[in-house]
């Protein structure tokens, strides 16, 4: 059992509270005790993609140093983006403003900062049942910058009944992108609809993801096409299948 | 021929691709058949990752030590009987491509695919001499006919199909020609003998310049770079400053990288290798040599946090599996270089005020890193000219993000706003949600009745 530090993310606390408390239920079911940093805010991410790192960093020290202060033994975040912006990015935000003090923090705080899927997996297979066919994103940030690939899958392939479909552009980038999906709403739509096309053809049940982020973005897209298909964050479905 | 960055902006043009069905079409295809490609050439060789971090040093080598390798490549292409002309920007390299054309007397000039030519306006600047420059590369011929500009780095027509070339040749045919590839191609092949044997002088790209002999080196698919060089009179390579090796051993890898990462290819077709003119004895090669060396704002880049773009080797991977080109294809961009390639280089090359925003063409998924065989971190390039340019951000969007952030760096404020944003998600109706995103999607809502996630755990439900 483990003290796991949770980072809810600020689309959890915003629009998807179902996605945090899931988040909550599977890692007590793992018999970890969950808490969480209570002034821990945002990564600073959507400030930092859109070119302002001042202001970024202002946002990021803020959940450095609650997370540092933490008594815990792993922070979990279940968001492959902002698991990203805190153990790769923060370090270079930090750099890039001067903070070299708050770099090297970020740098000693990185290992101990887990994403969800990553950090479920690591502690091994739990029995489950989810008789559905899925599909699974692969997360731009996570796949390429934390090279957490097969984790998800694992935890997936693990449950009785689920099938994960082939999906020939499940490693390609769904649009949202933060601001870039309000700033080039035509591109993050189309690049939208081009996932989803082929996701279609796959004949999934559900549309599984580890990033709430672009889960948000492709539902909203779906529901706008009235497509019917599922979203669901992948510790949704743990909830469901454990 | 203008530039799409003039007058139009990146939203326009984006929209204006998305909206054509043939163009997403044919993108879709080629970025496909182009990224499988890729795909089975690099990982038929087994060390192939290796190769990448060989390619990325040497770049990186070459780069930092630039004016010595260009010093050294310059006394060898002069040792062998060749000229050197370094231009400061495009308007001095087209007067001197230009200057040479006119003293050979020509009429007629010969080119093959060379990506600095059109960066430089070359075409325009002869045929205000009343000199016909006659494009030999399929692609780029197909698309000088058609009065378009290239789409692609390495495949300058891929935004069209059989049937729009064919249409494009039945124009200057007659119209007696099928959308068969083969036949469109004989007749390609016809046409462009004559030229190749009219001309006097041939303009042509260069792949890699080698210092240590003062060699520059092409790779073609279709011969017509061979033809090029060798048939007219006077040859005339242009070459962007930063493409360059020391040695052969360098030269070597980076062949082993360029068609992998380009189209698959262990090799290209045709691989050739140019030192000087011809010398006395030799059977065949030009009178002339010329080696224009073009600046154009790249050396402004050296020492600069984007260096690294310099290291560049055109191969179009980052194209070819980048989600936004997939659906702006390369006229999005606006400009000569295209993809996430374009987006970083075209600011730089001394566009930045047209360019200003191509810097927002990415999601910063980083496919293009991952497929760049020299490594270039091309999202971070992307987001340090994001960083450039929210410098010089206005009032409004700049109070935004500092309103932001004060709000969001105090845990207080930041629960107030995501409970705020939580309940409003519950209740807004959907035309007041940002235009930006509704235009094409639902907007999340936090499910009704349910308390917000922290309000759920301090209350100490399970």
Known sequence: ?242 | MKDLLEGTTLRQRARAAIADEHLSEALEQASDRLTNLKLIGSSALENYEELRDAGRYIRGRVIANLSQVLGKLTDNVEASGGKVFFASDGAEAAEYVSRVAVNAGARTVVKSKSMASEEIHLNDALENLDIEAVETDLGEWIIQLAHQTPSHIIAPAIHLTAQDVSDIFNKISEGDLSDVPSELCAFAREQLRQKFLESDVGVSGVNFGIAETGTIAIVTNEGNGRLVTSLPRVHVAIMGMERVVETWEQFDVMLALLPRAATGQQITTYVNMVTGPRRPGEADGPDEFHLVILDNGRSDILGTEFQEILHCIRCGACLNVCPVFRQIGGHGYGWVYSGPVGAVLTPLLNRAEEAGELQDASSLCGACWEACPVKIPLQDLLLGLRRKKAEDAGGIQKAMWRGWAAAWSRPRAYKESVRSAATMSKIVPEQFAPKGWRAGRKIPRAPKGTPSFRSWFESGEK
């Open chain 1, 1 to 242: 059992m483990l003290r796991v530090g949770l980072l809810p993310t600020c689309v959890v606390d915003s629009v998807a509270p179902q996605v945090g408390v899931a988040v909550v239920r599977v890692l007590r079911k793992m018999g970890h005790e969950v808490t969480i940093p209570k002034t821990a805010t945002c990564c600073g991410q959507p400030a930092w993609n859109s070119g302002f790192a001042e202001e970024s960093a202002s946002v990021a020290k803020t959940t450095l140093e609650a997370l540092e202060n933490h008594k815990s033994d792993v922070i979990v975040v279940p968001a492959g983006s902002c698991a990203t912006m805190i153990k790769v990015f923060w370090q270079e935000l930090f750099e890039v403003v001067g903070d070299h003090d708050a770099s090297h923090r970020a740098q000693r705080l990185a290992p101990r900062v887990r994403e969800f899927s990553e950090f479920v997996a690591s502690r091994g297979v739990m029995p489950g049942k989810y008789p559905h066919r899925v599909a699974y994103h692969h997360s731009c940030h996570m796949l390429r910058e934390l090279g957490i690939k097969e984790q998800p899958e694992k935890i997936l392939g693990g449950l009785d009944g689920c099938t994960r479909a082939e999906w020939l552009a499940d490693e390609r980038c769904c649009g949202f992108g933060g601001m870039f999906s309000i700033k080039q709403p035509e591109m993050s739509v189309a690049m939208a609809d081009d996932k989803i096309e082929s996701l279609k053809e796959t004949q999934s049940e559900a549309l599984i993801g580890c990033d709430q982020s672009c889960l948000m973005h492709l539902e909203g897209r779906l529901r706008r096409r009235g497509e019917s298909i599922q979203v669901k964050h992948l510790a949704e479905v743990l909830e469901e299948a454990l």
